[in-house]
């Protein structure tokens, strides 16, 4: 068993619970058959039906219908214990034709690898100046043609901790799942990451693959991991689950 537990929570009125519950042991055998050993733990994952309650002390991943749901739930943060939470829109994903288990699986994978949505790689080219880099670990190549099955269900493909070195050769080793990768700081088409430059003083700004439009708008959605990185976590909400209402 691992350490960490993660409650799959059905909170959308769009997908069923029969739905969502098929698609957690593909989820499960993404973190323990690819993640873990790539990124060295894991999780393990309990399905909550809709209106159930989750255990306590689990992290919660919270499938949703879209941003704005249940008015001001849709800015809540973490749990009511304070611990990490991550939200899956899935009928905004149907509204911009993309796949609601890919982003399942993003959400999942970045929460596990940054909890705290607070971790960088600081690249410094010279004395004076730098990038942060934020450490999300689906971004880069998060399209969902990018993605892969896992018993029928499409996944997201993700980068292992070498795309984060920038002292690695072009091609010298894996850099992400699907091996489409070839370089650190690598974007695939329809890929992005956060940067934030530590002399410009603007703060966080998209860094898009060339040509590529990005899944999601350069503005973040209320609830997302984007969105929490830019807000101070003074500003953070704990959430709740409420009979017919979302996280």
Known sequence: MANIQISVINA??????????AVVPALQKQV????????????????????????ASSWWLVILDNSDQAGALG???????????????????????TNWTVTASHEL???????DINLTVFI???????????????DACEADNNGY???????????????????RAQGSTQFDQQKQIQQPFELLPGGYIGAFDVNSGTGWHQISAQGAPLRYAMRPRLGS????????????IKSALKRGQGA
Not at 149 to 167: K, L, M, Q
Request: net charge negative; hydrophobic share 35%; proline share 7%.
């Open 12 to 21: 959308s009125a769009a997908l069923q619970d029969t739905e969502v519950q």
């Open 32 to 55: 323990s058959r690819d993640f873990a050993p790539a990124w060295g733990f894991g999780a393990d994952l309990t399905f909550v039906r809709r209106n159930a309650q989750p255990a």
């Open 75 to 97: 800015y809540h943060d973490v749990t009511p214990e304070g611990l990490p939470l991550g939200k899956v829109f899935a009928t905004s994903d149907k509204q911009f034709g």
């Open 109 to 115: 994978l970045e929460m596990l690898a940054d909890p």
């Open 124 to 138: 410094q080219p010279d004395a004076t100046s730098g990038t942060l880099y934020a450490y999300e670990i689906c």
């Open 149 to 167: 099955a896992i018993d029928g269900v499409t996944v997201s493909d993700f980068v292992y901790p070498a795309w984060f070195e920038s002292f």
């Open 225 to 236: 991991r984007r969105e929490r990185r830019r807000t101070p976590r003074t500003q953070w």
